[in-house]
T-cell receptor
């Protein structure tokens, strides 16, 4: 079974600064996806970024980027130029790939990020 | 835009009541999911469905059942609600095959007294 660990329950960052959210996972699979999801207060959860394990290049989406270390089973999210709208709960998630499967994700416990004005 | 609509944002029920949580998606997605979100526990998968009338147990199916009679609708049923089922329930959908991108509803916060 796969596990996803987010060891920091809360973080805070000053507006316009950079923050990194940590995530580690455990799997014996070689082919998988990793994700960061964002859940703003009282709003629905949305996908922030996705990384395919077979790609060595780290994924980026505007101000969001990841540091994917496959050997270390680490997958951190870096948010640059933090904005007040980045205040949310962030979940790291794992999905293994196998023939015929559909998207079944395993989520971490989440981290609450507060951006201070 | 993909829209996943959960019928009730807030519900208060009594122990032993039968509870229905409804979820409808408008993007013709094959896959639908019910998660439960609790502080310090993250999201845990209750049930999922790959197709109409198909269902599979997730990680915590005990005390729950589901129904998917139409592609766009996925219902979560608590046959006899208990206080330990007080939680936030999230419905999600995704297109097949594998993408990993889930589209979530706003959630239904259920309190069982």
């Amino acid at each position: 079974a796969q596990t996803v660990t987010q060891s920091q329950p809360e973080m805070s960052v000053q507006e316009a600064e950079t923050v990194t959210l940590s995530c580690t996972y455990d799997t014996s699979e070689n082919n998988y996806y990793l994700f960061w999801y964002k859940q703003p207060p009282s709003r629905q959860m949305i996908l922030v970024i996705r990384q395919e394990a077979y790609k060595q290049q780290n994924a980026t989406e505007n101000r969001f980027s990841v540091n994917f270390q496959k050997a270390a089973k680490s997958f951190s999210l870096k948010i640059s130029d933090s904005q007040l709208g980045d205040t949310a709960m962030y979940f790291c998630a794992f999905m293994k790939l196998h023939t015929g499967a559909n998207s079944k994700l395993t989520f971490g416990k989440g981290i609450t990020l507060s951006v201070r004005p | 835009d993909v829209k996943v609509t959960q019928s009730s944002r807030y519900l208060v029920k009594r122990t032993g009541e039968k509870v229905f949580l409804e979820c409808v998606q408008d993007m013709d997605h094959e896959n639908m999911f019910w998660y439960r979100q609790d502080p310090g526990l993250g999201l845990r998968l209750i049930y999922f469905s790959y197709d109409v009338k198909m269902k599979e147990k997730g990680d915590i199916p005990e005390g729950y059942s589901v129904s998917r009679e139409k592609k766009e609708r996925f219902s979560l049923i608590l046959e006899s609600a208990s206080t330990n089922q007080t939680s936030m329930y999230l419905c999600a959908s995704s297109p097949g095959p594998v993408t990993g991108e889930l589209f979530f509803g706003e959630g239904s916060r259920l309190t069982v007294l």
